[in-house]
């Protein structure tokens, strides 16, 4: 059973970095074909999908958000994170992290419970 749990302050400041950290059991993100990716869910609002990083250190974007985003991974510790720059009010959210089924698919099968950031002074 793979496991995801997100890690990281729940409270930045406007015009700061966020990052956030993913620690995956259970699987690998390493395993060929596999996926790891960052979706976030805005108060009152639907999935956005941020970008994932795949099994060979692959990364893809959404494109309106890949001036800000930064995917990066450590496979001595099975974790990938996330970084989001200059960020805004508009940028508080819960933050979840997932498994996606195989590269380029947008299917997640496995999540984390989620991680809530709040971007205020």
């Known amino acids: 059973q793979v496991q995801l749990q997100e890690s990281g302050p729940g409270l930045v400041k406007p015009s700061q970095m966020l990052s956030l950290t993913c620690t995956v059991s259970g699987g690998s993100i390493t395993a060929t074909n596999s996926a790891w990716g960052w979706i976030r869910q805005p108060p009152g609002k639907g999935l956005e999908w941020m970008g994932a990083?795949?099994?060979?250190?692959?990364?893809y974007y959404k494109p309106s958000l890949k001036s800000r985003t930064s995917i990066s991974r450590d496979t001595s510790k099975n974790q990938f994170s996330l970084q989001l720059s200059s960020v805004t009010p508009e940028d508080t959210a819960v933050y979840y992290c997932?498994?996606?089924?195989?590269?380029?698919?947008?299917?997640?099968?496995?999540w984390g419970q989620g991680t809530q950031v709040t971007v205020s002074s």
């Open positions: 990083i795949a099994y060979d250190g692959s990364t």
């Open positions: 997932a498994r996606e089924v195989t590269r380029w698919s947008g299917v997640y099968d496995y």
